[in-house]
Nanobody, 127 residues
Framework: QLQLVESGGGLVQPGGSLRLSCTAS????????IGWFRQAPGKEREGVSSMSSLGRITNYADSVKGRFAISRDNAENTVYLRMNSLKPEDTGVYYC????????????????????WGQGTQVTVSS
């Protein structure tokens, strides 16, 4: 059964850091694009970062460039999102998702390009 499980969220002060994990089961994560999305209360889900299959291409939303970093651990079938210099506007539920296609040259940040989603992990940035 294909599944994605996020972890690592929590409460952090502005300027702090968190590392989110997305552990996949039922498929090989490195064979597909994996994306991170977030949704704040009252707002639409937005793409944050993504990595193509085999890790050839990474993509970041402008709002997180230079602060967030996506990476993979293929041995653990896990994708990470390292978040530094966190801001209150980074608050939201963070989801990871599996891309519909196995494409090493695409890392979209559009939700319709993803077909399986995790349950989400809450990130709250507040003093």
């Amino acid at each position: 059964q294909l599944q994605l499980v996020e972890s690592g969220g929590g409460l952090v002060q502005p300027g702090g850091s968190l590392r989110l994990s997305c552990t996949a089961s039922g498929f090989t994560a490195d064979s597909y694009t994996i994306g991170w999305f977030r949704q704040a209360p009252g707002k639409e889900r937005e793409g944050v970062s993504s990595m193509s299959s085999l890790g050839r291409i990474t993509n970041y939303a402008d709002s997180v460039k230079g602060r967030f970093a996506i990476s993979r651990d293929n041995a653990e079938n896990t994708v990470y999102l390292r978040m530094n210099s966190l801001k209150p506007e980074d608050t939201g539920v963070y989801y990871c998702a599996k891309g519909r296609y196995s494409n090493r040259w695409m890392a979209p940040l559009v939700a319709t390009e993803y077909d399986y989603w995790g349950q989400g992990t809450q990130v709250t940035v507040s003093s």
